[in-house]
């Protein structure tokens, strides 16, 4: 991957402003254990199979992963082939 220094377009940075607010919520709402992110079929069925902690958890890592997301659009990264926008 080729980086191509910090994010230049508009685009990026809503895109990496967005996944990045979204993470923030996700991870708020799994420590607070809010009933609004547990309502969600899939994480509501890992709660009742294997309990509010494997749900939490996983709902960090979901966390964690868009907050690498957001970092790496945000800082320009992008794979060797790809042209960037002028």
């Not at 377009?9 to 993470?23: D, H, I, K, R, T």
């Not at 969600?40 to 890992?46: K, P, Q, T, Y």
Request: with cysteine; aromatic share 6%; hydrophobic share 55%.
């Amino acid at each position: 991957m080729a980086g191509s220094g910090m994010a230049s377009s508009g685009s990026e940075w809503l895109v990496g402003g967005v996944a990045m607010g979204l993470a923030c919520w996700i991870g708020a709402c799994a420590v607070m254990r809010s009933e609004r992110l547990f309502r969600l079929r899939s994480v509501d069925r890992l709660r009742q199979h294997f309990g509010d902690r494997v749900a939490t958890i996983l709902l960090l890592l979901v966390a964690a992963c868009l907050v690498a997301l957001a970092a790496m659009i945000l800082a320009g990264v992008r794979p060797g082939y790809a042209i960037p926008a002028k």
